[in-house]
């Protein structure tokens, strides 16, 4: 595979990073969602991007001296080939470059690929939010790295 950019996003970003979440999540967030967080002081939004096409995102929001994982996706015809990884060594990399001391996420309780790639980034759960995500019902695994 050629080279994949990891890059800040752009509003021109947003149709094809709008797909992607559509494709991902059972309630994705809406256009407005992103481009609020695109703005908000403090937050990062990155997009991996293949040629002309963006495949994956992540997006954190930072605290104090908290970050906060918001959403990450990456394209269906892209998955398990190293994009989510090549996303989350760059905002871990960028925030241990800030006084940002622990990261945290979300994690449907059944999505156990995105578990497993959080913890070979050092990720350990530390809680469970019980019925946090709705359709369908499930719990949350709560998962804190310390940076």
Do not use: H
């Not at 149709?15 to 256009?31: A, H, K, L």
């Not at 906060?68 to 760059?90: C, H, N, Q, T």
């Not at 809680?127 to 790295?145: F, H, S, T, W």
């Amino acid at each position: 595979m050629d080279e994949i950019i990891i890059r800040d996003f752009n509003e021109s970003d947003i149709t094809q990073v709008v797909n992607i979440t559509e494709e991902s999540f059972t309630i994705p967030w809406s256009v407005k969602s992103f481009l609020e967080e695109s703005i908000r002081y403090k937050s990062l939004f990155k997009v991996a991007q293949f040629e002309k096409e963006i495949i994956g995102y992540i997006v954190v929001r930072v605290i104090l001296d908290e970050a906060e994982i918001l959403s990450l996706a990456v394209k269906s015809s892209f998955r398990k080939r190293g994009i989510a990884s090549a996303l989350l060594r760059d905002i871990i990399f960028n925030l241990k470059k800030t006084f940002v001391k622990t990261c945290y996420l979300e994690v449907r309780k059944s999505n156990i690929g995105a578990i497993n790639l959080y913890k070979r980034f050092g990720f350990k759960e530390c809680g469970i939010r019980k019925n946090y995500y709705i359709v369908p019902q499930e719990d949350a695994i709560l998962m804190k790295l310390d940076l």
